[in-house]
């Protein structure tokens, strides 16, 4: 049963060292996009997904590999990079182009936080599409829980703390242990005023905003849908597969 005392949530990449994670489960939360991105390939067949920290990064692996089995993927500022297979849309992510296929996968700011939690016991990756499954991982954990939001450039971001909420919340049956820590109370506490208007609430978020003048509001729907899957995106090995998978 999970110690909701120790549990911890972090608002941004950038609002933790690496050293706190250790010994620690860390679930990386990006809802708009990357996580979202994340669950959808694995759900469609991808065989693995690759985080890297950056271009450099990405660049690297994808010159030593075999382009038939390796997709390069992700966005900057949110818009897909030049050269690359696939932008950072769940849409893209379909069973015909991503099934059995690796991908190298560098976002703005999803895949910066995977890459922070290396040092984690056990590390996975959090949407709404997949929230449930995440819930049931967590019960059987007997470590320390750390809720680790990506955020947009060391900001938080709205729609990534109330994903945090929601975890909590299914972990507690909806009542807030006293000694909670406060990063828990924030995320509990906004989850619980907005549960039933996730998405409403979401489209108003600043990263919705930013997303819309980009590329309109599909992506932002799709994302704010819930348990669509039970996929457990888990990191072995500096690869993102499914558990037990
Ligand atoms: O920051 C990220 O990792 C992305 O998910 C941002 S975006 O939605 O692709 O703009």
């Known amino acids: 049963m999970v110690n909701l005392e120790k549990i911890d949530v972090f608002f941004s990449l950038n609002s933790f060292t690496e050293i706190e994670l250790r010994e620690k489960t860390s679930v990386v939360i990006d809802v708009l996009r990357a996580s979202s991105s994340i669950v959808t390939a694995l759900m469609n067949g991808a065989d693995a997904i690759i985080p890297v920290a950056d271009m450099g990064e990405a660049s690297k692996i994808a010159m030593n590999v075999d382009s038939e089995n390796y997709l390069l993927c992700g966005e900057k500022d949110g818009v897909m990079i030049d050269g690359y297979d696939l932008g950072n849309s769940p849409f893209e992510y379909t069973k015909e182009v991503v099934a059995n296929k690796k991908l190298i996968f560098n976002t703005t700011n999803g895949t910066k936080a995977i890459k922070k939690t290396f040092g984690s016991s056990n590390v996975c990756v959090a949407a709404f599409l997949n929230v449930s499954a995440v819930v049931e991982f967590l019960k ?4 320390d ?10 900001r938080l971001a709205f729609e990534d703390i109330l994903l945090a909420g929601n975890i909590i919340y299914k972990l507690s049956d909806g009542k807030l242990p006293e000694k909670a820590r406060d990063g828990v109370r924030v995320a509990f506490t906004l989850y619980d005023t907005y549960k039933d208007n996730i998405a409403a609430i979401i489209h108003q978020s600043n990263h919705a905003e930013r997303l819309k003048t980009l590329i309109g509001t599909d992506d932002i729907e799709y994302c704010c849908q819930t348990d669509i899957t ?3 995106p888990y990191l072995n090995e500096g690869m993102i597969t499914l558990k037990n998978g």
């Open 140 to 143: 059987t954990q007997d470590t």
């Open 145 to 154: 829980i750390v809720l680790v939001c990506a955020g947009w450039k060391g």
């Open 230 to 232: 039970d996929v457990l």
